[in-house]
């Protein structure tokens, strides 16, 4: 009898160490886009704090990563306003402003009132002298109380 106890609570621990080396993804599944766009997102953060303190180049070489993760991503799950919008940002930060307000208005397609997308096509905006664009993207999050609103109109306001 404790024999096959014992036999059973190590057949347990094998089945729940296998399901954890399996990867499964936070909602339940194993859905390899998810932990794409999680590893981007993850490295599109600290990108961004890397570029604040001024760290440009490591900056940039996070940036990469993250867009080549967002690729697979929306080739797997396409039409994702959240895939697109950091797809987006990646390349605005690597100097792609075409391709990048490409996946923005995709984004917006699929999402109007999504504010990263709203806020991040207002900066491309105003990066590339075209403020009465950035004014229109402002106008779509005036009222969402949000930090976005405040800081593309902060944005805006230096132009």
């Known amino acids: 009898m404790k024999k096959n106890f014992i036999l059973i609570f190590i057949f ?18 194993s859905d390899a ?3 794409n766009y999680d590893k981007a997102s993850s ?6 704090k890397l570029e604040k ?24 799950k396409p039409n994702n306003a959240d895939t697109l919008n950091y797809l987006g940002f990646a390349e605005r930060k690597l100097g792609y402003y075409e391709k990048a307000e490409n996946h923005y208005l995709e984004g917006l397609a699929i999402e109007p009132n999504h504010t990263g997308i709203n806020e991040y096509l207002g900066e491309l905006y105003v990066i590339t002298n075209r403020v009465d664009l950035a004014k229109e993207r402002l106008e779509v999050l005036k009222n969402c109380n949000c930090e976005e609103y405040d800081e593309l109109k902060e944005l805006i306001e230096k132009n």
């Open 33 to 35: 886009s998810s932990s």
């Open 43 to 48: 490295l599109i953060k600290r990108a961004k």
């Open 53 to 76: 303190k001024g760290k440009i180049e490591k900056a940039k070489k996070r940036y990469e990563k993250a867009f080549k993760l967002l690729v697979i991503s929306n080739k797997k």
């Open 12 to 29: 347990c621990l094998m089945l729940t160490s296998y399901s954890y080396s399996a990867g499964t993804s936070g909602s339940g599944g």
